[in-house]
């Protein structure tokens, strides 16, 4: 038999770090962005490596914010979880109370 031992507050706690370093993550990979698009546009202009540079660029970016979302979910699933194990609880304590 499993035992189950939940603080609420510690799973909402991480679930919002995950949350708020999702949200900064995904600020300086806009920030970097923004930087690496000025680079391509006055600094490193080329026949074609720049273009090239930029469109593998957009790719990563793309990919670590797809990645980022993950983190953002994996965040809301703990306070979701936390949500539902206490409301769980509760309703336990009184169903058995009357």
């Known amino acids: 038999m499993a035992d189950v031992n939940v603080t609420y507050e510690d799973m909402r706690q991480a679930g919002n770090r995950l949350k708020q370093e999702y949200e900064q ?23 074609r490596s720049s273009g090239a540079f930029d469109d593998q660029y957009q790719q990563f970016t793309t990919g670590a914010k797809q990645m980022l ?25 009184s169903g058995i109370s009357g």
Do not use: C, N
């Open 69 to 93: 979302q993950g983190l953002e979910g994996l965040g809301s699933f703990l306070i979701q979880a936390a949500d539902t194990f206490e409301q769980t609880d509760e309703g336990l304590a």
């Open 25 to 47: 993550m995904d600020a300086k990979l806009d920030e970097l962005q923004s930087y690496i698009q000025g680079l391509v546009s006055d600094g490193y202009v080329t026949g």
